[in-house]
């Protein structure tokens, strides 16, 4: 599947990452949309559901297996997400078929050149336009032009998001809050040659808040695993239902945690931080790019991969990068080993009191599971 290097999962970007899921459920379902990733042969069907399940990844299941017993029973194999590993950039590459160096959702949160700024990407807190952000045909909008009737199914709130226009658009949306209205929609959605997107946010919302494992995030877990059974149970024999994830998640502790704003030799040089604790984007001011790379190595150590852009990009972990995205990278990247983190809580005041975290390229969070029913 994917390559290692010093520790780290690389993403399959072409194989079997979260970016060639649309395109391999597009050719089986006779609808190709350019060339069929290599590691990724799905059985042919008139139509398919897939359940995103957010936070779940291939080492979680694995490990708590006892917890969802119906999905640990589904063919499959890991895939990957992509860099770095958050909602927001696998949710774009699942909807656009592209890599983020290709969309230019690069992370939790990314400088806008145009503007300086932080763009949320999740919660699209600036005025940004999402089409300009995110030019390309999206997948979703490419299949709905094959005459394949295709819906995302997901929250109602969601429903004129900026992350949901730049990522889904194309897709009918059919809101839907609750397990019964998800459940209710899919089935609709999914009478006749289809492809329907369900998104389910629960499970990462508990690892956050509790951490995974805690008895809140395996109940989550069961929850989600009765769910994926019943949709299935509920569907026509002919509808394939594939159950992928965005990323995994590990667990942060005290100890493990670094505070920026008791370092203040880590700043000196940084003129703006983004990303997230796990993976952190570093906008660095003109001619301090080698002190930066010097202080954050010297300090991380061997807790944290730190590179430049251009070694981050020439080791492929964004894909082809454009060159509109590759302003919104950081001038420096800071990827997480182990249970490490890098907290800024003067500019992430949330982030610390969060349990449960991802972004990095540990195993635990870049294998995702892809399960075929």
Same mark, same amino acid.
């Given at each position: 599947?994917? #390559? !290692?290097?010093?520790?780290?999962?690389?993403?399959?970007?072409?194989?079997?990452?979260?970016?060639? /899921?649309?395109?391999?459920?597009?050719?089986?379902?006779?609808?190709? @949309?350019?060339?069929? $990733?290599?590691?990724?042969?799905?059985?042919?069907?008139?139509?398919?559901?897939?359940?995103?399940v957010?936070?779940?990844?291939? +080492?979680?299941?694995?490990?708590?297996? &006892?917890?969802?017993?119906?999905?640990?029973?589904?063919?499959?194999?890991?895939?990957?997400?992509?860099?770095?590993?958050?909602?927001?950039?696998?949710?774009?590459?699942?909807?656009? =078929?592209?890599?983020?160096?290709? &969309?230019?959702l690069?992370?939790? !949160?990314?400088?806008v $050149?145009?503007? =300086?700024?932080?763009?949320?990407?999740? +919660?699209w807190?600036?005025?940004?336009d999402?089409?300009?952000?995110?030019?390309?045909?999206?997948?979703?909008?490419?299949?709905?032009?094959? *005459?394949?009737?295709?819906?995302?199914?997901?929250?109602?709130?969601?429903?004129t998001?900026?992350?949901?226009?730049?990522?889904?658009?194309?897709?009918?949306y059919r809101?839907?809050?609750?397990?019964?209205?998800? @459940?209710?929609?899919?089935?609709?959605?999914?009478?006749?040659?289809?492809?329907?997107?369900?998104?389910?946010?629960?499970?990462?919302?508990a690892?956050h808040?509790y951490?995974?494992?805690?008895?809140?995030?395996?109940?989550?877990?069961?929850?989600?695993?009765?769910?994926?059974? %019943?949709?299935?149970?509920?569907?026509?024999?002919?509808?394939?239902?594939?159950?992928?994830?965005?990323?995994?998640m /590990?667990?942060?502790?005290?100890?493990?945690?670094?505070?920026?704003?008791?370092?203040?030799?880590?700043? #000196?040089?940084?003129?703006?931080? =983004? *990303?997230?604790?796990?993976?952190?984007?570093?906008?660095?001011?003109?001619?301090? @790019?080698?002190?930066?790379?010097?202080?954050? #190595?010297?300090?991380?150590?061997?807790?944290?991969?730190?590179?430049?852009?251009?070694?981050?990009?020439?080791?492929?972990?964004?894909?082809?990068?454009?060159?509109? /995205?590759?302003?919104?990278? *950081?001038?420096?990247?800071?990827?997480?080993h182990? %249970?490490?983190?890098?907290?800024?809580?003067?500019?992430?005041?949330?982030?610390?009191?969060?349990?449960?975290?991802?972004?990095?390229?540990?195993?635990?969070?870049?294998?995702?599971?892809i399960?075929?029913?």
């Amino acid at each position: 599947m994917s #390559r !290692t290097e010093a520790g780290l999962r690389l993403p399959a970007y072409g194989e079997r990452s979260i970016a060639d /899921v649309v395109p391999a459920v597009a050719a089986a379902l006779g609808k190709p @949309l350019g060339t069929t $990733p290599s590691g990724l042969v799905l059985p042919s069907a008139p139509a398919y559901v897939v359940l995103l399940v957010d936070g779940l990844g291939q +080492q979680l299941l694995e490990r708590y297996a &006892h917890a969802a017993p119906y999905l640990t029973s589904l063919r499959g194999s890991a895939g990957t997400a992509g860099v770095p590993s958050t909602t927001a950039t696998s949710l774009t590459s699942l909807g656009t =078929g592209l890599v983020p160096g290709q &969309h230019g959702l690069v992370g939790y !949160t990314a400088r806008v $050149p145009e503007t =300086g700024e932080l763009l949320n990407h999740l +919660q699209w807190d600036r005025d940004v336009d999402p089409l300009a952000y995110q030019p390309h045909e999206t997948a979703f909008a490419q299949l709905a032009a094959r *005459g394949i009737y295709t819906a995302a199914v997901n929250k109602k709130q969601f429903a004129t998001s900026g992350l949901t226009r730049a990522a889904h658009r194309g897709a009918t949306y059919r809101g839907a809050d609750t397990p019964g209205d998800r @459940l209710a929609e899919t089935l609709e959605s999914a009478d006749g040659p289809s492809f329907t997107y369900v998104y389910d946010a629960d499970l990462d919302k508990a690892g956050h808040q509790y951490g995974v494992a805690s008895s809140e995030w395996l109940v989550e877990l069961q929850a989600i695993d009765e769910f994926a059974e %019943d949709l299935r149970d509920a569907l026509p024999t002919s509808v394939r239902l594939l159950v992928v994830a965005d990323h995994g998640m /590990v667990d942060s502790p005290a100890a493990s945690r670094f505070e920026l704003d008791r370092l203040p030799e880590l700043r #000196r040089g940084v003129t703006l931080v =983004g *990303g997230e604790a796990r993976f952190r984007h570093l906008y660095v001011r003109e001619g301090a @790019l080698d002190d930066v790379l010097a202080a954050w #190595r010297g300090h991380l150590g061997d807790r944290a991969t730190v590179l430049s852009r251009d070694e981050a990009v020439a080791r492929g972990w964004f894909g082809p990068v454009e060159d509109r /995205v590759a302003a919104r990278l *950081g001038d420096v990247m800071v990827a997480c080993h182990d %249970d490490v983190a890098v907290f800024s809580t003067a500019d992430f005041p949330r982030e610390q009191t969060m349990v449960g975290l991802h972004g990095s390229l540990t195993r635990d969070e870049m294998e995702i599971p892809i399960l075929i029913a």
